[in-house]
């Protein structure tokens, strides 16, 4: 029988593992240790002084620094007891506080605007509906820095809003640099989230269950509270989780549309970075990371008590969206999908429409190519220090082939080894995602610190060129968005195919070429598309490593463009949007298989 | 089926046996192997059967290589098996839901282990698909997609794709449990036919007693992780060494009861306050006072329509009667006791139930 292959054959994918090891240590886990470092030392010494600043101030802390601030813990009780006396009148929350508040509301947006549409395209079938769905993805693919500008051209002073609101005689309103702005653009966000994870729970409602429950007597809507509504409930938490450890994150979004009143500890981050002041901006980050890590732990407990195993299951037929009779209850429900339509081509369609009329209108609302030729004449003409859009799509695209070429085997092997049963596989499974988890500022400012000024490693000086550590950063927040993507078809997949390849005389590295890689490809396809996408996209970890360098991609030159003029800030953006949909049309073409996997994000 | 004489490259030098030693399997506190030691012998057609969770599939999948065991041993031909990893291992193996690959046509799938070993007999890829194909009665199939083909046909895929390297041994997981009751009976005599006709030494699992009894040269009895027996399908059937074994294997009727007196040949037991007589065969030495389990099979009990002088009466009363065909099965009460017993029609009400000495089999006795 079979020899059984070469040492390199039987030995790669424990070679591929240390490789993927090696880098993300290299790339991520050195790094961000560095910043961790910089916030507990001062003046080379270790000193927990940078957070007990930032914990006692009330700049950041608000009304909690009279309690951390107090210096003593009778002194604490004392500012307690004022605070209660006077009923907490008018509190003041600081950034931390307002950080999560901010996030609060987002998530609070989300979830109104996301559950109505799991209910619509989990229930009713209607031509387009499995384009919607995969129309969800959609935010995971839009550059952040893009939808700011969309939404800055909507709420802006001579935005779409404000001129829809003037065609009926009202206005105008300014939304730009208020509360609302960001909670609508994190809605934006994080709705598609929470829709989908809702939408894949309820067609995973087995309707004999709920035939069962009726059979026993309840009512429709107490078979729903009793059986549809507990299997959803967890999806429910687990998008709004998610959608507040985003939002809490949140960077270029309040920085384009908060202004400098509105801010959260991500853009503080930045602030303190660009004043050159890294202790603080480590301590910040530190703070932040805390936050959110603490309820992804709270959530993955929750997750953990949540789960069960659901085999075999029949799903719930869908109503047609145009019924065959019409009688109070379907005209009701029909009106209400009509309305929630409306809102969601506000909310969704009408940022990105408003981007690319302003960029082809002046402010008056005349039609304009104006804004375009400002980008060619910056491209001939521009000054050296100026950012010209040619070198930014240049850039961003070399980036994004170079993050395509580090992520996709990175996600691949990391999905491989996390699908395999063994010890430590969970551990696997949360290093491998801890990318997730970590702000790409924190990632940039590491890499920053750590390898583009160049470290010293047992006498030798190691220092990386900015743009590697650009694509550095962009691999190791592309390669997750890999490895979700291929994951569930490997885990789906039938371990007596790979055994009765192995029992034919495959090695395991033969059965992965072989089998797996072949039936969870496309999988890897919409992987190789998404990794692009972030890639192309990608601003926090960017703006961080671009700064005072030629290495700026198109998110960043929109954001300077956004900083003196909206216009062409549109035009580059709406160059960034035909960039991103291209990558889409890829993840649509490939991608559609793995989405019915159940693809995880 | 063909006799396809030429597909059998047996060159009378390779002969492959298989020892398990004391093996065992642990997950974590639960054991699913508990120290199995069996041999089966070059050609044989063995089976494992059992229920559930008896560790049957587990045992194959340590002989495959699939997992490794926690104690003991597998040789194969004598030879140490313990860190060979089952590409290594010269095993084909088919499992209950076919694992075809669907990305790859019926000829692909069976020429698939032809990759990393060439085809026996020196001939080429193409010919050994084909010829493969005609031994599972595929002839011409080559081209489709396994997922057009029905499950019968997808399993006699499968079984010529483990065929295909001229493995030294066959293992074969549970390959008609997906299927229904007509074609598993059809296959199951395929299968036997395609086994001896290739004298390839096969390791057989199924819950299914009727299918183990029918097809296998020898039977193990698996419970609980460990080997209650393990005998030829007569044997087994006959004279079964444990209760689990009298029970699992067929309907059966098992009695305890103390033994009163010892004969040459035959004892006299009190089984609920009624003495009935009971054959003693060379195997078995009573003594009075011992407790004794004996089994009878149901077709081994008759029912006298009329006054009888014989030995051993049970006076039993009926509580159901299904028909089933070919006979009925009767399930009695005798004594706060289950009979079973087969008539060809359906009865009803108390009848008297007799049975001859000699068809008393000894389970146990201490």
């Known amino acids: 029988m079979s020899a059984g292959g070469s040492w390199v054959e039987k030995h790669l994918l424990t070679v591929c593992a240390i490789a993927t090891t090696g880098l993300l240590v290299l790339l991520f886990f050195y790094p961000v240790s560095t910043v961790f470092v910089e916030a507990v030392r001062v003046d080379g010494a270790f000193s927990l002084s940078a957070f007990v600043e930032i914990l ?3 700049f950041y802390v608000g009304e909690l620094a009279s309690i951390t601030g107090a210096g003593s813990l009778t002194a604490a009780i004392d500012a307690l007891i004022q605070r209660a006396a006077a009923g907490f009148a008018d509190p003041r929350m600081g950034v931390i506080g307002f950080t999560a508040y901010q996030a609060a509301l987002s998530t609070l947006l989300s979830v109104a605007i996301g559950l109505p549409a799991a209910w619509i395209l989990a229930r009713f079938e209607f031509r387009g509906r499995k384009t919607i769905r995969s129309l969800t993805i959609l935010p995971f693919v839009l550059p952040s820095i893009m939808v700011a500008v969309g939404f800055v051209a909507t709420f802006g002073a001579n935005g779409t809003l404000n001129r829809a609101l003037g065609l009926v005689g009202l206005g105008p309103t300014n939304l730009l640099f208020t509360l609302h702005a960001i909670v609508i653009a994190h809605a934006f966000y994080n709705a598609p989230l929470i829709a989908r994870i809702t939408t894949a729970a309820w067609e995973s409602v087995d309707a004999r269950a709920i035939e069962t429950a009726r059979s026993l007597g ?13 299997q959803l409930k967890p999806a429910i938490v687990m998008g709004a989780t998610l959608t507040f450890i985003f939002t809490f994150a949140s960077f270029p979004i309040v920085l384009a549309l908060g202004g400098y009143q509105l801010a959260t500890i991500e853009v503080f981050i930045y602030r303190q970075l660009t004043n050159l002041n890294y202790t603080e901006a480590a301590a910040l980050a530190t703070i932040e990371l805390v936050i959110s890590l603490g309820l992804l732990y709270a959530y993955l407990r929750y997750e953990d008590a949540q789960r069960t195993l659901r085999r075999g299951i029949h799903t719930q037929p869908r109503r047609q969206l145009i019924p065959t009779a019409w009688s109070l209850k379907t005209v009701f429900t029909r009106i209400s999908v009509a309305g929630y339509t409306v809102v969601a081509l506000l909310v969704f369609v009408g940022p990105i429409a408003s981007m690319i009329i302003a960029s082809l ?25 100026q950012v010209r859009p040619l070198p930014a799509i240049r850039n961003s695209l070399i980036f994004a082939v170079g993050t395509l070429a580090i992520a996709l085997p990175m996600g691949v092997v990391v999905s491989i080894l996390t699908t395999r049963q063994y010890r430590g596989r969970k551990v696997m499974d949360a290093i491998a995602m801890a990318p997730l988890a970590v702000s790409g500022i924190i990632v940039g400012l590491g890499l920053l610190r750590g390898l583009v000024f160049g470290v010293e490693i047992a006498g030798w000086r190691i220092a990386v060129a900015g743009s590697l550590a650009i694509v550095a950063a962009h691999a190791v927040s592309a390669y997750p968005f890999v490895t979700r993507n291929v ?14 390849a192995r029992s034919l005389g495959a090695t395991r590295v033969r059965t992965v070429i072989d089998i797996e890689l072949p039936l969870v490809w496309t999988g890897v396809v919409a992987g190789a598309a998404f990794a ?17 360098s030629g290495e700026y991609t198109m998110p960043v030159a929109i954001e300077r463009y956004l900083g003196r003029r909206l216009g062409p800030a549109t035009a580059m953006g709406c160059i960034l949007l035909v960039v991103t949909a291209l990558s889409f049309v890829i993840i649509e073409r490939f991608g559609g298989d793995a989405e019915q996997r159940g693809g995880g994000l | 089926m063909r006799n396809n004489a030429v597909v059998d490259y047996d060159d009378g030098g390779t002969m492959t046996t298989i020892e398990l030693d004391t093996i065992s399997k642990r997950y974590g506190e639960t054991t699913a192997v508990d120290e199995i030691s069996l041999q089966v012998s070059d050609g044989e057609f063995f089976t494992l059967v059992g229920p559930s969770g008896c560790g049957k599939t587990t045992t194959l999948r340590l002989i495959a290589g699939f997992e490794s065991q926690t104690s003991g041993a597998i040789r194969f031909d004598g030879r140490e098996m313990t860190g060979v990893p089952p590409e290594e291992r010269g095993v084909g193996v088919v499992f209950q839901n076919y694992a075809l690959f669907p990305h790859m046509t019926v000829a692909k799938n069976i020429a698939y282990g032809l990759r990393f070993t060439d085809p026996p007999g020196g001939v080429s890829v193409g010919d050994r698909v084909t010829e493969l194909l005609e031994l599972v009665d595929l002839p011409g199939m080559g081209d489709r997609d396994p997922e057009a083909l029905s499950g019968g046909q997808q399993q006699r895929v499968a079984l010529a794709r483990a065929l295909a390297p001229g493995p030294d041994l066959l293992l074969l997981d549970e390959p008609m449990s997906a299927l229904d009751a007509q074609l598993r009976e059809q296959l199951r005599v395929q299968i036997k036919q395609i086994q001896s006709e290739l004298g390839i030494t096969t390791v057989y699992v199924t819950h299914d007693q009727e299918e183990a009894l029918s097809i296998s040269d020898r039977v193990a009895v698996l419970n609980g992780g460990g080997v209650e027996q393990i005998a030829t399908p007569q044997t087994i059937y006959r004279e079964p060494q444990t209760p689990f074994v009298a029970n699992f294997i067929g309907d059966n009727n098992l009695f305890t009861g103390t033994v009163e007196q010892v004969a040459a040949g035959t004892a006299r037991v009190s089984v609920a306050q009624t003495v009935v007589h009971i054959g003693v065969s060379a195997d078995h030495s009573l003594t009075t ?14 029912v006298q329509t009329q006054e ?22 009767v399930h009695l009460t005798w004594k706060k006791q289950e009979l079973r017993l087969r008539t060809t029609d359906p009865l009803a009400g108390e009848v008297t139930v007799t049975f001859a000495p000699e068809h008393a089999h000894i389970v146990t006795v201490n």
């Open chain 1, 532 to 548: 692009f996408a972030i890639s192309i996209g990608e601003f926090n970890s960017t703006i961080v490593l671009a700064t005072g």
């Open chain 1, 487 to 500: 994951t569930p078809g490997l885990a789906s997949l039938d371990r007596t195919l790979i055994e009765s």
């Open chain 2, 308 to 329: 009888t002088t014989a030995t051993n009466q049970l006076v039993a009363s009926v509580v159901e009667s299904e028909f089933l065909g070919e006979t009925t099965r």
């Open chain 1, 361 to 385: 209108t002046t402010s008056d609302g005349s039609f304009t190519l104006s804004h375009y030729q400002f980008l060619l004449e910056r491209q001939t003409a521009g000054a050296s220090f």
């Open chain 1, 218 to 230: 309840a009512s429709p809507w107490r078979a729903f509270y009793d059986v549809v509504f507990p």
């Open chain 1, 56 to 58: 006692t101030d009330e």
């Open chain 2, 289 to 302: 006072g011992d407790r004794v389990t004996f089994c009878i099979r149901p077709e081994q009990l008759q």
